[in-house]
């Protein structure tokens, strides 16, 4: 999906952008960069590769040779970023999060209409953040750029602009994506994660509401656009991207586990011998099951983290599959006899599940139950990259409704999404059959909403229901 931070301070800023940049690493696994403005030295941009090697290690001698008191920095999970844009606005950097679903018919268009040209990258495609650039360039003023370039995709869409005389934040019109201003001494900053700033000695200020636009600066935070009402932020966010340390709207990434994975305790039937949960995203939710439930939690795996960093997984989803598995080392005297009940955020294709389940049986594991964090998948996302499959068919639910059903047309899929549906029971069962599972069991939408606390009209629920 991808991060950013940025800073505005009173003194140089380029330790405090470093290590800001660098929290948002487990957001994204193909570029990085970070941007500083000096007002003897100007602009002065770096961007890396980080598919085979940490942030830290590839920005270290750029953190030793940039200085400014503003800066921008990223994590992306595709396009080079932040970029340099100079325009009728003067020069100014960019970074993005979000997904553009039309980006070719807003392309066209704008190769129409304003004569503007793209760099295209690697497969032909073009640089998303480039694209909402040459959006904003359309208007008279950055304001109403950001807002026209929101409105014209279809998608989602937060950023951070950098000028000399300070940096805009712009959340996302309906708040998909979260961004958290923290405030100390001589300095303001922006995050995408709220936790990021905490050990570099900011304290919480606020958090943008959804279509919010700030201006910061070293002294101030000042509101140019007014949050809207209505909005529609990630409910993945708290179940599978999101740092453990982290909360949005309030609501703690680590605590809204513990309580997803205490309702499942609640509904659940059977009696393994030890929950766990799939490092590192299911974790947490084992242990709320294993505090609801009084069942043991223990560790059957241990991910091996010294040399296989988040950031180092290949774009191919064989391979990705492969290195995930590498990752994670048994513990046999753990598994061997033993009945398990294993917890992970989800289940997409369901391959490397499977693998692990069958893993777990050849190393002696009398029982495997499943017990994902939240629903079935039945739409891929549309807003924030969540899998970058090219068909919704690469879900595991699709293909076992098209086995079901006998086609595709899929003309009342609503039914899958229902857990009191006959279906939606058959469906389970025939995933559960295919990866052989003991048993499967997924996370209700309700409970799982319930679990968040906030109100539900304000959480996508987009990849569960295919509900707007």
């Known amino acids: 999906m991808g991060g950013f931070f940025g800073v505005a301070s009173k003194s140089d800023c380029v330790f405090d952008l470093f290590f800001g940049t660098d ?73 993005t999060v979000g997904k553009i679903n039309n980006a070719d018919a807003i392309a066209e268009k704008l190769l129409q209409s304003s004569h503007s040209h793209f760099f295209e990258m690697s497969g032909g495609l073009i640089n998303a953040t480039e694209l909402v650039a040459t959006m904003i360039n359309q208007k008279e003023n950055l304001i109403e750029g950001i807002q026209y370039a929101q409105e014209l995709i279809d998608g989602s869409l937060t950023m951070l602009i950098m000028t000399p005389k300070g940096i805009y934040a712009a959340r996302d019109k309906m708040g998909r994506t979260p961004v958290a201003i923290g405030k100390k001494e001589d300095a303001f900053c922006a995050a995408f994660e709220s936790f990021a700033y905490l050990n570099l000695g900011y304290t919480d200020y606020k958090e943008l509401g959804p279509g919010e636009i700030v201006v910061i600066t070293p002294e101030y935070v000042k509101t140019l656009v007014q949050p809207g009402k209505d909005m529609k932020i990630c409910t993945f966010l708290w179940v599978y991207y999101g740092y453990p340390s982290s909360s949005y709207e309030g609501i703690s990434v680590e605590q809204m586990r513990y309580n997803c994975g205490a309702q499942l305790a609640k509904r659940d039937n059977v009696t393994p011998d030890i929950v766990a949960g799939v490092p590192d995203s299911g974790t947490a939710h084992a242990i709320g099951y294993a505090n609801e439930s009084g ?8 991910k091996y983290t010294p040399t296989w960093p988040r950031s180092f997984m290949p774009t191919m989803q064989t391979q990705r599959n492969l290195i995930a598995k590498m990752k994670l080392i048994p513990v046999h005297d753990l598994i061997q006899d033993r009945k398990l009940l294993l917890i992970d955020d989800s289940i997409v294709r369901g391959t490397q599940m499977r693998e692990t389940t069958q893993f777990l049986y050849q190393s002696g594991a009398k ?13 891929g996302c549309k807003y924030l990259n969540f899998s970058r499959s090219s068909s919704e068919m690469d879900l595991i639910t699709r293909q076992v409704i098209k086995e ?40 209700r939408l309700d409970d799982m909403m319930d679990s968040v606390g906030i109100d539900r009209s304000k959480l996508c629920t987009y990849c569960w229901d295919g509900r707007e």
């Open 367 to 379: 029982e495997v139950h499943i017990r994902p964090a939240c629903p079935p998948l039945i739409f």
């Open 23 to 95: 929290y948002h690493s487990h957001l994204g696994t193909r570029r990085a960069g970070m941007v500083t403005y000096d007002k003897e030295k100007g602009f002065d941009r770096a961007i890396h590769n980080i598919e085979n090697s940490p942030f830290r290690t590839k920005f270290d001698h750029d953190a030793n040779s940039m200085r400014g008191n503003l800066g921008i920095g990223c994590i992306s999970d595709y396009e080079p970023q932040p970029l340099l844009i100079r325009s009728h606005h003067g020069t100014y950097a960019i970074t």
């Open 295 to 302: 069942i043991p939690f223990s560790r059957p795996f241990i």
């Open 404 to 443: 079901m059903e006998g086609n595709d047309k899929f003309a009342h899929l609503d039914v899958y999404t229902d857990p009191e549906s006959s279906e939606y029971q058959e469906m389970v069962r025939r995933i559960g059959e295919k990866l052989d599972f003991t048993s499967l069991r997924y996370h």
